[in-house]
């Protein structure tokens, strides 16, 4: 089903407009696979592709992203004229956005565990990856991107993922009550739309600020691994491309990009699990 998303149009900074556009599925593979298939075909920026289950879902690392039924599983196809280096940083947007619409939703404090994360307390509430759509890019912009997002809203206690990278939580199990999701993605897309436009443009303090504000690892220590090599130190940085600078023990400086197999663990004990 493909749907144009109610309320959805919003004045872009150089006067074009934006209309998303919903594809709503029951089960699908992976909603990042159909959202590039679309992207492939010349479907237009702002295009969502919604499913009420993954098959085969995926996270960072190439890892399993489970989904059942009564999450938020979406992909969205963006366009957004920005060099290569500076893509890395739209997970940023997109989880600072996330963080603000679940919490005025729901009342639950979130905050944003780098590289793509948003996190309850100790728990992982919601996952990003962006990824490129391949095909042959529109000259003279560069070609689309998929951004695909996974939270978990009404999943209970019992289906929640179990795995060793991380311990998970739903929505309805921080706020022992359920939620509308269409309600949800709506404040998602109100958040995102001119976050999206503020990083685009040459000034976008104001949204670096608010990723400092509402990260868990802005001046933590960490142990960060970067395909296979592991630094530890203090990060003070956090970059408009998505990195972080760690500042480690001699002294040194290091910046991280959230690219390729890049883990981090902050250097604290966790709370119980809800």
Known sequence: MSQRASGSEAARPNGQRVTWRLHAFGRVGSTNDVARRLAQGDAPEGTIVLAETQASGRGRRGSVWQSPAGGLWFSVILRPHLPPERAGGLSIVAAVAIAKAVTDASGVE??????????????????????????????????????????????????????????????????????????????????????????????????????????????EQVEVTVEGRTVEGTVHGLEDDGGIVVRLPAGRQEKILPLGNVTLRVLRGSADSC
Not at 114 to 136: H, Q
Not at 198 to 210: A, K, T, W
């Open 110 to 219: 979130t905050r944003i565990k780098w590289p793509n994360d948003v996190y309850v307390g100790p728990r992982k509430l919601a996952g990003i990856m962006i990824e490129t759509a391949g095909g042959r890019p529109r000259a003279p912009r560069q070609g689309a991107l998929v951004l695909g997002v996974g939270i978990n809203v009404n999943v209970p206690a019992d289906a929640l993922p179990s795995n060793d990278w991380y311990e998970a939580t739903s929505l309805e199990c921080e706020a022992g009550r359920r939620f509308m999701r269409g309600a949800i993605l709506a404040r998602i897309i109100r958040e995102f739309e001119p976050r999206y436009f503020q990083y685009r443009s040459p000034d976008h303090r104001d949204l670096i600020e608010e990723w400092r504000e509402l990260s868990l690892v802005f001046g």
